[in-house]
Structures are given as structure tokens and as C-alpha cells.
């Protein structure tokens, strides 16, 4: 067996070493067990000698999202004849959101979950996690697999620290374990959870819930979130909100996370950037979302992910989806040299049509944030008789001028606003800004 290296803090020459280690390994397999990659070289005439180092890597096309969702067995490493661990499928996850609504699989063999595990722990380290701290998961269960909610709990395990679930909300009629927010406020404060961690709107709601009913949340220090963009704003005010009810240096640590990380890239301090918590698994490039093409250090461009160490799905050159920014230098906060994304990432979606005009859906929101701050809001487009309709869904509170004409500047179409209670945004783990309920 290779020797374990700590990489979180090791020097960049000794990370780099490791990476190209893995890399050649990962090849070595790839080039002959992921149908994939096979195909990508057979039409490209490359062969696995064209791929000598990770300078290399780049002579690769990069993978879509959709080219994934509509062959993911291609992406599946052929491991028979390899050691069990690298055979044997431990769990599958799902991404979700396809435009289909078909859940994409992403299988993990028990060597992966072990790498998993090296993941998740690397993640609560750089967040400051300790050895007495007690993790409340308020993470909703999924009607799929999905890893919010599941490596959450493994995260614990893999730090050896306590951890209660909340299991808040219901995902399936067939489900009947579901807490509501009074009774996951009474679990945090009875098991004197120090760590909530969940999506950031339910977090600022069993926050506020909590100051309501004057539960004891004084030992929270730290909440840990994820899934949902946090503006700047919205941080601010949901850290006040903790230090109201927790400890007065309570702080946000923001994730970038998917399924394809099975985990995510997590803030070491407030505006630190997305660390990569995993450099000999996980690889990242910054490419021109257009051309593909790499662009100059610090510049913003396409997130792409590398699996270096994976033996079930693996993905090589793989577009997240998001916009960012990824430097190499040495954290000045916590002294690591894994990459960090600078800039916090922004998806880039399809453009949607609505009522003939194409819209960004990042538009949309980013013209709602700018007003609202940290208050919750939802479009949905819905199709009616009478056409399409944009609706804009505002967490009750005071009502506020401006919304429909500030939403119509930006984006050339006109919202109807309403003032709701939250249960009436369509959530599934976590609240998307826009969603499209035509299909
Ligand atoms: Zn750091």
C-alpha cells in the first residue's frame, strides 16, 4: 500500500507529486476501463502515451452535464479483475434536476467511500471542526439517495464526533418520521448541538424559530451551509441571527458542494474561498465557457472537475455547470495549499423563454437579491390558457415597492409579485431562485 500523505497542509511540490501519482494510476485504468475515455481517444486518434502528465489532461474534450445524464454507464470504470474494494458497489447517489426528471446515477465502490470518508473529514478540518463537537444534520431526507443528508452522518463518523439528524420535513407520503421546525428547534437545543448544517434557508429558519421560542441554542458556534447561493448580505444577517442565540463568535462557512464531489469546496473563515478539500482526488480547471480553452490565472471561466482516484463513476474534464475563479496560491488564512475557487460560483443556465423573451435565470434573481438581501423569494414560470406567466413568490413580511419594475428592467418581462407564507415556495432539498414548471 502507498503511504498516506496529508495533504491539506502539505508544500505545493509534495501536493503536485502526489497528483501526477494518481493521475497516471487513474489512466492506467481509464484508458482501458471507461468506455468513455476509450471512445473520446479512438476518435481523437490519442493513445495513453499522449498522456504523460497532467499538463496532459487538457488534450481531452471537456464533459457536459447532459452528456453524462444521457449515457452515465459510459462513465462507469469496467473493475472486474481489480481487488474487491474496487469491485464492489458500496452506494449509489443521485444528481438532481435533469430536465426529464430523471435522476442521474453516480456510483461509489467501497474504495471510493473510503476515499469518501478521507473527503469528508478533510472538509470538517479545514472548517474547524473539533474533536467535542456535536453536528445537528438539518439536512431534509430525499426521495432519492442524495448526499446532503447522507454524508452529513458519515462526515461525523469520519472524525469520530457526535451527530443527531433532524429529519425535518416530509420527501414521500410513504416516509412518516418527518419533524416539523418546533420539534427539530427542541432537538437542537436538547442534544446542545455546537454545528447546525443544512441548506441556508432552513438553517435562518430554525435560527429564527429558535429566538422565538427562546430554546437553548447556547452552544452553537458554527453553522455549515451549502446548496443554495448565501449573498454576501444574507450571510451577514444570518450570522448576527446565530450570535443572538449561540455563541457571540459564531460564524458561516459556506460549501460548494455537488454530487460529483460528494462532498464540497469549503470555506476555512468567511470569504476565504472554496478550498479543495481532496487534492489528490479532485482535480480543477478554469476554462472559456465558449471556446473551452484555458484562461489566464485568476481569470473567470467554466469550473471543470477530475476525478484522480475514483474506481466507480468517474468523470474526467467535467463541466459543474458554474462560473468561478480558482487560484493557486497559499491560503492566507489557514496556511494550505490545495486550490481554492475565489469567486463564489455562479451556474450558468439555460437561458429560458418566457412569453417570447429569453431570459437568464441569474438575471432574475440577482435583480431580486439586490433588493431583498437575505429575505426568501421564488419565481416560477407556470403555463396558463392565456400564455406563460412569472410569478415572483416573497417570504410574508412588509410588503416592498419596486419588485415587478426592478425584475422588468432587468430581464424584459414582467412578474406578478405575492407575498406568501414559506410553505408555499416548491422546494425539493433546497429552494431553487427559478424554476420552470411548464415541463
Ligand atoms: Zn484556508
Request: net charge neutral; with cysteine; hydrophobic share 45%.
Amino acid at each position: 500500500m502507498h503511504a498516506v500523505i496529508d495533504l491539506l497542509y502539505a508544500a505545493r511540490e509534495t501536493i503536485d507529486a502526489e497528483r501526477e501519482r494518481c493521475f497516471a494510476e487513474l489512466m492506467d485504468l481509464a484508458t482501458v476501463r471507461h468506455p468513455r475515455t476509450r471512445a473520446r481517444l479512438a476518435a481523437s486518434g490519442l493513445a495513453r502515451s499522449d498522456f504523460a502528465s497532467l499538463a496532459d489532461l487538457a488534450k481531452l474534450p471537456v464533459t457536459l452535464k447532459t452528456e453524462y445524464m444521457q449515457d452515465p454507464d459510459a462513465f462507469r470504470l469496467d473493475a472486474s479483475g481489480l481487488p474487491g474494494e474496487m469491485r464492489t458497489v458500496w452506494d449509489v447517489m443521485y444528481t438532481t434536476g435533469t430536465s426529464a426528471g430523471q435522476p442521474t446515477p453516480f456510483v461509489s465502490t467501497a474504495y471510493d467511500f473510503f476515499r469518501i470518508l478521507e473527503l469528508n473529514r478533510n472538509m470538517l478540518r479545514l472548517r474547524g471542526a473539533r474533536p467535542d463537537d456535536v453536528i445537528a444534520n438539518l439536512f431534509p431526507l430525499t426521495a432519492v439517495p442524495h448526499g446532503a443528508f447522507i454524508r452529513a452522518l458519515h462526515a461525523a463518523a469520519s472524525m469520530n464526533l457526535r451527530v443527531v439528524a433532524a429529519l425535518p420535513g416530509n420527501p414521500s407520503p410513504y416516509f412518516t418520521l418527518g419533524n416539523d421546525l418546533d420539534h427539530v428547534v427542541d432537538i437542537v437545543a436538547r442534544s446542545r448541538a455546537t454545528l447546525l448544517w443544512g441548506v441556508p434557508s432552513f438553517v435562518r429558519r430554525v435560527v429564527a424559530r429558535a429566538a422565538e421560542a427562546g430554546a437553548d441554542f447556547s452552544a452553537v458556534r458554527l453553522a455549515f451551509v451549502t446548496g443554495e447561493g448565501l449573498p454576501e448580505v444574507a450571510r451577514d444577517e444570518l450570522t448576527a441571527a446565530l450570535r443572538r442565540v449561540g455563541r457571540p463568535d459564531s460564524w458561516v462557512s459556506i460549501s460548494y458542494g455537488s454530487t460529483e464531489i460528494q462532498g464540497g469546496m469549503v470555506e476555512c473563515a468567511p470569504g476565504s474561498g472554496y478550498h479543495n478539500p481532496a487534492p489528490d482526488q479532485l482535480y480543477l480547471e478554469i476554462v472559456d465557457p465558449q471556446t473551452h480553452l484555458p484562461v489566464p490565472p485568476g481569470h473567470s471561466g467554466l469550473v471543470l472537475l477530475t476525478h484522480l482516484k475514483r474506481r466507480g463513476t468517474v468523470l474526467l474534464r467535467y463541466a459543474l455547470g458554474d462560473i468561478s475563479v480558482l487560484s493557486r496560491s497559499r491560503c492566507p488564512h489557514c496556511g494550505s495549499w490545495t486550490e481554492r475557487l475565489v469567486a463564489m460560483p455562479r451556474r450558468i443556465d439555460e437561458l429560458l423563454k418566457i412569453k417570447g423573451t429569453l431570459v437568464n435565470p441569474d438575471v432574475l434573481a440577482q435583480a431580486v437579491e439586490a433588493i431583498l438581501g437575505a429575505r426568501e423569494f421564488q419565481f416560477t414560470i407556470e403555463r396558463e390558457p392565456s400564455g406563460d406567466r412569472l410569478r415572483l413568490k416573497v417570504a410574508a413580511g412588509p410588503d416592498i415597492a419596486g419588485l415587478a419594475e426592478a425584475v422588468k428592467k432587468a430581464s424584459g418581462v414582467t412578474p406578478t409579485v405575492e407575498f406568501v407564507a414559506f410553505d408555499a415556495f416548491t422546494a425539493g432539498w433546497k429552494l431553487k431562485r427559478v424554476m420552470d414548471l411548464r415541463r
